[in-house]
């Protein structure tokens, strides 16, 4: 937007917050003509556009917003369905502005004027609110999804703290704390006194059914044998509620995630973006967590700015005739995660020591030759996987190995680095 048309426009700068939002309306010259709050609800809204048509006077109006697909999508979608294109304003942006000034104070008012002065400033380089519901309805499973996994993780943390001063050493006789028949073990005996008469047969019995078979009378052996010797009755019998308790809400836990894979597994096959799963290493749950932060794939030109929206494209950092590359802070982190370990996947072996991507793996063993570190080697990696996911999200194409371009690129290392 140049020349006559910015003469002949405001721009609205909103603030978005749960319960309302704050406008900061300017001219082209950067000129506050009002700030407005409004409720973030749909009444709020008609009595906001009132306001902004009074004051308008014919002049065409661009709105920019930050966290659109969040906060402000109720206010975006409106806009949208009143004929409008919102702008999608980076938080990037405005927190440069307040760190250029003087005063860093903020405020609703003064983060709308950032954001104002921001569509201004870089409206070119600003792209288009996207509207897809479906991805957004990802989005919110994905957001649960992460927020009973890390529920999970910090269950698991507090339970094997606790059964580890309840059966002490004994816990070790288990691999894994957390499988099927140690869980149904901990639940059945969450107090070592419990296993006071029990017989190795008895146990043994127990222990083959809950493991189909993999354990028996060694296992029931190796337990009785390791049980603590004497600990204080009042304190195991308060441990033991607690255990079983967690134990409990672990297992819901469990069933909750099993059951929200199964929506993300359908979201996800009901997608435009479906065909992300055919990329090696993807399947439907990082699928939907790459949907979920990208929404929609046309807010980025190239594959180079989808590396820069992740946080993994180097960052240029020159001074006269030195000129070198760091590792850019910035980014979406939860995406960089995503795309970090589909690489890590990419790179190790399967159980009988094959590689589970022939070409990734070269490719990193490649980097490492050079001079590369094991980490920047894997970011060269995840770099050339953006490059891999942008081309299949643009298309909606399925991803064909044999004819990929990276194959074509790498196929002449397999022999001389993977070997």
Known sequence: MKGDAMKTCLFVGIDTHKDSHTAAIMDNYFNAVDIITFANRYSGFDKFMEKLGAMASGRSITFGLEDSQGLGFFLADYLVQKGFSPIDVNPIYTDRARKATIHRDKSDAGDAVLIAKALIRERDKLSPVKIDKASIEIREMVRYRQMLVEESTKLKNRLHSLLFSQYMGAVNVFSNLFSKVALAFFSKYPDPHLLKGVGEDTLATFLKTHSRGRYGIEKARAILNSLPISVDRNLLNTRAYIIGSHIKRFMDLKDEIDTGNEKIKTLVEKSSYACLTSVPGV???????????VIDISRFSSASKLAKFAGIAPREKSSGRKKKYEKSKYGKKFLRSTIFFIALNHITRSRNGKDRNPVSRAYYLKKIAEGKTKKE?????????IDLIFAVMRDRSIYNFSKSKFLAQHTHVLDTVAG
């Open 283 to 293: 399947e439907a749950v990082t699928a939907a967590k790459i949907i979920s932060q």
């Open 377 to 385: 080697s894997l970011t060269c990696l995840s770099r050339r996987l």
